[in-house]
């Protein structure tokens, strides 16, 4: 006989149910159902209704209380640089005193120290300190999640980041997607030699392919770092190969990596805070994600990205934590949420399709995660709020209660099960 959960008295579930990309004003349509039960078998939702359960249950059956607490989907974190040595507090009080982020990466510190400390680290080193981010993120009611490499800047230690990743994915409830980012920045050996450094992303592309280490590939298109052709040749050197595209482009300055991302189809173009009105058009038109990270326009003290203008001109939005040492040193993706109400001005019910289905889409894993419906996965986050509402507004803290991973208890209590 199949093993069965019901998890019941629970006070409301809120879900997206529309087709992926939610676009536009559609991501304002949540289904709230009050009152209701979910029954999961093998891992999968097979039933959501209200009433009474009782003449459902068998002697397999579990029972599992869920205390008036409302449920959301899991967490989709699409966009995080999880594995890295170190840490980069020494830089904060540049940083506070005006600073400017290029600036620190141009005198060989932001990203190139960490790439210092990510090849000195062992795999050990960087497993254990991701592992420990990865439950805080866990806690948080994560449990799919994106992790980009790109603190090696060389081949071996870009392999050991995915490798990481790739492991820490077996051994922990969070499910991961891999991005190879060997276009990070320019290593500080290649600053004479740039079209060498080029080529070598390239050439490393296909080992990162017949190791199957990642399925994304990302650069960032910015001022000093990698410009729109440079960005265009590794994107289409990338898409030849068979991976999907993911790209950080204007952050500080539009340089033209937007258009050239959209014209490749990429899943994802990610920061925006510099986005010009005729990529907005483009994007509208295209079935990519406008990734936002305003985590990281908060610790870096910057501009955020025109939400609004974004979703009210039909544009698809995600919000991602950004989780690196350098611009948003937090895995705390609630406070993401909630920054994303505050400075995107979003709505509760725009930040809940920007936080789940939208990005299991750009991950192409919306067929099994990212809402509530029979069929899917039950990845399902317990939260300890009287609404949805409720979630964004009162911030800073966890209100996660409980998280089930397909079906399993992961999280019980604010507590890691097992742990
Ligand atoms: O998404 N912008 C580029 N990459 C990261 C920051 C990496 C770092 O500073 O270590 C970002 O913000
Ligand atoms: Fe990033």
Redesign the pocket.
């Known amino acids: 006989m199949k093993n069965k959960l019901i998890i019941h008295n629970i006070k409301a579930i809120y879900t997206s149910i529309n087709k992926p990309p939610v676009k536009g004003e559609n991501m304002k349509n949540i289904e709230v159902i009050n009152n209701p039960y979910i029954v999961i078998e093998n891992e999968k939702i097979i039933k959501i209704a209200t009433g009474d359960f009782s003449q459902l249950k068998n002697n397999n059956t579990k029972l599992y209380d869920a205390k008036q607490k409302i449920i959301i989907p899991g967490l989709v974190d699409s966009h995080t640089?999880l594995v890295f040595g170190g840490s980069r507090e020494h830089e904060f009080s540049k940083k506070i005193a005006g600073v400017p982020y290029l600036d620190i990466l141009a005198s060989g510190g932001?990203?190139l120290s960490?790439v210092e400390a990510t090849k000195k680290a062992s795999f050990e080193e960087l497993y254990n300190q991701a592992k420990k981010s990865l439950n805080e993120m866990l806690l948080y009611g994560v449990t799919s999640l994106e992790v980009k490499s790109g603190y090696g800047l060389d081949l071996e230690t870009e392999i050991k980041q995915l490798k990481v990743a790739k492991k820490l994915n077996e051994n922990h409830p969070i499910d991961i997607y891999t991005t190879y980012l060997g276009a990070?920045a320019l290593p500080k050996e290649y600053k004479e030699k740039r079209d060498e450094y080029i080529n070598q992303v390239i050439k490393d592309l296909q080992i990162i392919k017949q190791e199957d280490l990642a399925d994304y590939v990302d650069v960032?298109c910015e001022v000093g770092v990698f410009n729109a052709k440079e960005t265009e040749k590794i994107l289409k050197a990338a898409k030849d190969l068979n991976f999907k595209l993911r790209v950080?482009t204007d952050?500080i300055k539009s340089i033209g990596g937007t258009k050239v991302s959209i014209d490749l189809k990429a899943k994802t173009i990610d920061?925006l805070m510099a986005i010009n009105d005729s990529d907005i058009k483009l994007l509208k038109e295209s079935n990519t994600i406008a990734n936002l990270?305003p985590s990281?326009s908060f610790f870096l003290n910057k501009d955020y990205a025109p939400a609004r203008k974004l979703i009210d001109s039909g544009v698809a939005l995600a919000i991602s934590s950004?989780y690196?040492?350098?611009?948003?040193p937090s895995e705390n993706y609630q406070l993401t949420l909630q920054i994303s109400g505050n400075k995107l001005r979003m709505l509760p019910n725009e930040i809940l399709t920007a936080a789940t289905i939208n990005p299991a889409y750009s991950l192409d894993i919306s067929g099994k995660v990212g809402s509530i419906e029979v069929g899917k996965n039950a990845d399902l986050l317990l939260l300890d709020c009287k609404n949805l509402d409720y979630f964004i507004y009162h911030y800073g803290i966890n209100h996660t209660y409980s998280v089930f991973k397909n079906g399993k208890l992961v999280i019980e209590k604010r507590r890691i099960v097992g742990e």
Request: hydrophobic fraction near 20%.
């Open positions: 640089h932001g990203i960490t990070h960032f950080h952050e920061h990270l990281t950004d690196n040492p350098g611009s948003t």
